[in-house]
């Protein structure tokens, strides 16, 4: 027997894990179905015995534990594990291999943009510098449990190169689909980790979907993002390493970019058990930020239904035109008296060379968009500043180069004669 089950967010299912000799499960197999160009129905989330785990763990050791390290506390994570002599070991996978998996930097800093002040959970130090890393871990050390040594992925460019990356660390082979317009910094580090890469001549849904076709057909582990509930589930972590930097003392407004909706999914889940462990009284309001051509999720919330339009943004890590975990994502926003705010590739771009300078945390697009939805929504009166403010940095600006160049152009070359009279030295 399982220490976790999996439950239906639709039609209230609950499987054993036990169930299933070779646990490949992803959507419910009552009510689960992957349209294309469609949420998912039917997603499936890992439920455990909370009130059990507070017999054998405790608050305040669980907030001694080091952050970025959540194999660490494996009552939490649906993973065979046994606890000897105070250490953890997980079934079947060598002792070594989960410190390879370290978060670069799971502490929070706090930075001053005139009188506003806001904290940063930066995420562009992980393994392959994105947050995506927190997801691709726990599916690929399930991967290890389970035997199976390849792994697929669609993906704009952030899970790709961590499944990839991550894969080369644990010894597994990922094969990874993407659209034709990823960016050539986040190509080549896939291919420079070893993965087999599928270029879609496509957007990002049509790779989702074909992904998925192949890997049911080649028999191939499925990482897809939402489809598998390990995604979710793994980054839940950053409730969790939130929870631990700040000494339990958690942020009032969380602010989170969107594309598919699991990044905020998985920390809205956190964060939900954290307060159904009983250590924190209230959850964080979590606010989205979408691009303004990749909006779906701001759209849902204001009218209160899906309606399929094709994204376009630079900021191409939240482009979904069809959010795969629009409806828990939306469950999340509002449950915790959230918002969902848009925001133009201007302004994202603006406020990527404004957050860079202010910070130093070389910050993409995607999560350039944090702050951008933070200055829009300060401008507004939306939120009150004086506020506990989280910004959540999710990907390092190393992986698309491109848009640093739109605001940053070459310098002019002179020579040293040159640059000594412009300087006025003699």
């Known amino acids: 027997m399982a220490h976790y089950i999996y439950k239906c967010r639709d039609c209230g299912r609950e499987i054993d894990p036990g ?15 992957a349209g294309k160009n469609s949420p998912l ?13 507070t017999k054998s763990l405790g608050r305040e050791e669980f907030l001694k534990l080091p952050a970025g390290k959540p194999w660490l506390y494996p009552e939490l994570w649906p993973l065979g594990y046994s606890r000897k002599n105070n250490s953890v070991l997980l079934d079947n996978i ?57 792994i697929a992925a ?71 993002t939402a489809y598998n509930p390990l995604t979710i589930e793994g980054k839940k972590s950053a409730a969790y390493d939130i929870f631990i930097s700040s000494g339990g003392k958690i942020p009032d407004i969380l602010i989170v970019p969107v594309g598919d909706g699991v ?43 899906f309606s399929f339009v094709p994204a376009e943004t630079i900021a191409d890590s939240i482009s979904a035109g069809a959010p795969r975990n629009l409806y828990m994502a939306a469950a999340g926003i509002l449950e915790t008296g959230g ?7 201007e302004e994202i771009l603006k406020a990527q060379s404004e957050f860079i300078r202010i910070t130093g945390i070389l910050a993409e697009p995607s999560c350039a968009a944090s702050y951008a939805g933070y200055l829009r929504l300060k401008k507004t009166d939306q939120i009150n500043p004086a ?40």
């Open 154 to 224: 669609a993906s704009t460019g952030n899970a790709g190169s961590s499944i990839a990356g991550i894969s080369a660390r644990l010894g597994l082979k990922a094969k990874v689909f993407v659209p034709s317009a990823i960016p050539a910094a986040k190509r080549i580090q896939i291919q420079a980790f070893g993965a087999e890469l599928f270029i879609v001549d496509g957007s990002y849904d049509d790779a989702f979907d074909l992904c998925l076709e192949i890997s049911e057909a080649k028999g191939w582990y499925n990482r897809n």
């Open 339 to 345: 918002a969902a705010v848009s925001v133009t590739d």
């Open 19 to 33: 169930q299933s000799k070779d646990e490949q499960i992803y959507l419910c197999p009552d009510c689960g179905k």
């Open 387 to 426: 506020e506990n403010i989280l910004l959540l940095i999710t990907g390092n600006g190393m992986k698309d180069t491109a848009s640093l160049e739109k605001w940053n152009p070459l310098p002019p070359v002179k020579s040293t004669v040159e640059w000594m009279q412009e300087l006025g030295v003699k």
């Open 263 to 305: 990044i905020i999914a998985g920390v809205y889940k956190g964060f939900r058990e954290l307060l159904e462990l009983g250590w924190i009284e209230k959850m964080p309001k979590l606010i989205a930020v979408q691009a303004a051509g990749s909006d779906a999720l701001v759209r849902f919330i204001s009218e209160g239904s």
């Open 94 to 150: 060598s002792s070594e291999l989960p410190e390879r998996l370290s978060l670069g930097n799971s502490s929070l800093f706090q930075f001053r943009n005139g009188a506003d002040r806001f904290l940063v959970l930066d995420e562009t130090r992980n393994p392959t510098l994105s947050f995506k890393d927190r997801a691709s871990s726990l599916v690929a050390l399930k991967a290890l449990q389970k035997g199976i040594g390849e």
């Open 41 to 53: 129905e039917g997603v499936l989330e890992v439920l455990y015995d909370y009130s059990l785990i």
